[in-house]
Every structure is written in C-alpha cells, then in structure tokens.
C-alpha cells in the first residue's frame, strides 16, 4: 500500500489564495524598502558550513541544517570520532555544506565577496527562505522566509531611525499600524555586565536573558547561577534590566545605576539620538526595554524588536553589527537591519482577517468550450481582454456546460462568457454575472469595454 505523502514538520504547503496573501506581504514591504533606496540582492540557500557555524552563538548553532557530502559521505571520517561517536566534530568531516540559518551572515559573505562591485554605504533587501532544527509551533517553522532589509558601510544612527521608520511604514500598510517597536543597546547590557562585575561573563548573560519571556525571571536567575555566573552579580543585572518607565526617565536612572562605565554612557547617547531622529507618529510607538538581549554573537550596538498585542512572538527584529564582515576579512564595515518575519506576520493577519478581499485565485473571465470554432473566436477574445489589464481564460475541453460552470463557480470567476452556435454566427456573447445571476448580450467587439465597464460599477 502506498505511503500518505506528507510534508516534513514544521514547513507546509501553500494553496493558491494563501500564496496570494504572501506575496501581498512581500509586495508590500518590497514597495516601501525601495521607497527609501533600498535594492534586492539573492544568495544560495545553502553556504559553506564555516561561513555559518559560530556567527549565532551556542544555541544558534545546534539548529543549523547541515547537508552530508555527496557520495560516500563517511569515506573520509575519523574512525575516532566514528567510534566515540563524536557527532559535534564529525560533522565537519561529513558536512562542508549547510541551509543558511538567516540572511544576515550571507550577507556579510556577499558583501565581502563583491566589495567591488558595490556602492557604499550598501542599502539592500532580501526576501527569502531560511531554515532551523526548531522545535515546530505556532508562529514557528522550520522552514520560513525572511524580509530583511539592511544598510551596511555607515556607522551613522541615521540608519537605524529610517529602519524603524520603514518598520512602521510596512505594519501601517499591511494593517498593523498599533505595533510595539521594543529597543535596546548592546553597549547598555554590556555597561550593565561591567557595572555588575560579569564583564567576562557577558556572552552567557546575553543567552540566558533573551529566555526571560519563555521561561521567566526566577528560571533565568537559576540558570544563571548554575553557569558558574556570581549570585550578587545576577541579582544586580536582573534589577536593573527591570527597569521601565518613560524612556528619558529611564535612560536617566540607567545612567546612576552605572556610574563611571563609559560603554554604558555611550549606549544610552545613542539610543537618544535615534529616538530624536524618528518622525513623532514612530517615536509614539517604541519603548526602552533593557530585557531585549537578542543572544546572537554579532550584535554590538542598537537592538530591536517588534511586537503586536495580538500575538505572542516578535513578528520583526534586528539590530546593529559593526564588524561582522571583518570575519570574512574586511574589517570596519559596520552595518544594520531588521528581519520581517513573513510567516509569523502571515498568521497574524490570517487571525485579524486583514488581507484584501480583492486578492483572489482565479481569472476574472471564463469562456465556455462548446466546439473547435467556438473555442477559437473565445481564444482571441480573451486574448483582447488581457491586454487590457484583467485575466481570461478558456476551458480546455468540450465538456457539458454544468461541470464547466461548477468550475467556474469554485474558483470564484465573476463573468461566464458563452460562445454558441448562433452566438458565432451573430457575432455576440452571452455574458453570466456569478455574483448578480444577470445575464447580458454583448457584440464581440464590445468585449473588452464591458468587462472594464463592469469593474468600475
């Protein structure tokens, strides 16, 4: 008996209407993205293991997809590390290749791969597929497309308020004006580690913090301290990060709490001057939250994220990277971008019912087959109706005139447009409205203005 077919967990199938709602997504954030001069670029799906491997700290990296060498994969294994077992290190012996795990690293590669080719400072987006050995749930696959769009080349805070900025233009135009744009500062948590006595513990601070909405406060703490990080010093970042109110407000208590930590001085200067920098109706919608640690290794400046009271996970983040090009070899190219997540943002317009009603998968016109000479005169009266902007189609076979407009009916076609014998002769259509139930007699010629006629009613 044959097997089900199914899809592997955590991807899925896409139908023709939902395809259609992802692209309006797509469309939309690519509109805004090149109304502030940002260009598209594309790279593989899969990179070089080392090019991915140690860009996303610990937990990233066990979440790669790694692809086995073609061939006998194992030929050239340590019967060693075969032996023990040693899956960590063999696999570099079997894997040179995997799935990239987000767009930001390949794009550092690509940046330094065509450093000569490009303008700088280099203003890019990017929208697709990227890949994790995550744990599959809702608002979480293991297959995803990204929409990241980045500027890399200029150090200037600038970047990261027209970021914000184009993040809130994008929700507005998709619907999801009342986000919550959270933001924070690498230099700030760093400050906090320093004035807590965990400089040299910085790295484990950052992964444990980014868990305080899973697992919560007092699991954080425990984790923590069971790493080997001093209780007195994890008692104290976790006081501080708590701290909320009124950005300046905060800023200003920040500041007393990390007296004579010049980093700390220096991320909290900058997270003013990029709220400064944001038109009011933005600078309305972003709060300090000094719990967002975002654990990936190549954040150094501003943090950020973005949320909706309507669902549960980020729906955008990013943040600034001032050296990440330097690990391919070309050092002082600082950078930053945000990441849309497409699928997440999908879901949450799915649930709020926000697509328009006017996207749908089908034609706006089907002749009926009756006959060879029939199909021919609809044939090129289709043809004139697509050349005036709709869509058309002709049934293929000659079959009876019920199962072709049950096919009509299914996919939501608005006009039937029947071609008879005496239709032919008369040089007429008869024309079905699927939404009214009217019918109408239109000369053949007369195609093309009824239809754009009726779109306008």
Excluded at 72 to 91: C, I, P
Excluded at 194 to 206: R, Y
Excluded at 421 to 449: C, P, R, W
Aim: hydrophobic share 40%; charged share 25%.
């Amino acid at each position: 008996m044959a097997t089900k077919p199914s899809t592997p967990k955590g991807t899925r199938d896409f139908l023709p209407l939902q395809s259609l709602k992802r692209q309006f997504i797509f469309d939309t954030a690519r509109s805004v993205f090149q109304q502030f001069g940002y260009v598209p670029i594309e790279t593989p799906a899969m990179e070089n293991t080392e090019t991915l491997l140690g860009k996303y700290g610990e937990e990233g990296d066990k979440l790669i997809y790694k692809i086995l060498n073609n061939g006998d994969f194992l030929s050239k294994a340590s019967e060693d590390k075969l032996a023990a077992k040693d899956s960590n290190s063999l696999s570099f012996e079997i894997s040179d290749r995997a799935l990239r795990y987000d767009l930001t690293v390949p794009f550092a590669r690509f940046v330094v791969q065509n450093q000569n080719e490009l303008t700088f400072p280099f203003k890019r987006f990017q929208i697709q597929p990227v890949w994790r050995a995550d744990r599959p749930q809702k608002g979480r696959y293991r297959e995803f497309y990204q929409c990241d769009v980045d500027v890399i080349g200029s150090d200037s805070l600038l970047n990261e308020s027209e970021l914000l900025t184009i993040v809130d233009e994008v929700f507005t135009k998709l619907g999801l004006g009342d986000i919550v744009i959270r933001l924070n500062n690498r230099k700030i948590l760093s400050g906090i580690a320093t004035a807590a006595g965990m400089k040299e513990h910085f790295q484990s601070m950052t992964i444990a913090i980014d868990k305080l909405d899973k697992i919560g406060p007092e699991k954080v703490k425990e984790e923590m301290i069971a790493q080997g990080l001093p209780e007195a010093g994890v008692k104290k970042v976790l006081n501080l990060i708590k701290l909320k109110g009124k950005v300046d407000d905060t800023l200003r208590m920040l500041a007393g709490a990390v007296v004579g930590v010049e980093e700390a001085y220096k991320g909290i200067e900058e997270v003013k001057n990029v709220i400064k920098a944001l038109p009011e109706r933005v600078r309305s919608k972003v709060e300090l939250d000094l719990t967002l640690a975002r654990g990936l290794n190549y954040y150094t400046g501003a943090i950020i994220e973005v949320g909706h009271k309507d669902f549960n996970s980020s729906i955008c983040g990013g943040g600034r990277y001032d050296n990440l090009t330097g690990i391919f070899g070309l050092d002082g190219m600082s950078g930053v971008g945000v990441s849309f997540g497409a699928d997440r943002i999908y879901d949450l317009m799915e649930d709020k019912n926000l697509f328009p009603t006017s996207l749908k998968a089908s034609s706006d016109v089907l002749f009926v087959n009756f006959g060879p000479a029939e199909a021919l005169a609809c044939i090129a009266m289709a043809s004139e109706i697509r050349s005036v902007g709709f869509s058309a189609e002709v049934y293929p076979d000659e079959a009876k005139l019920k199962k072709q407009m049950k096919y009509a009916d299914s996919k939501g076609i608005r006009f039937v447009m029947m071609v008879g014998t005496e239709e032919l002769a008369n040089k007429q259509v008869t024309v079905k409205d699927m939404i009214t139930g009217e019918q109408h007699t239109v000369f053949q010629k007369d195609i093309s203005s009824f239809v754009i006629d009726k779109h306008q009613d």
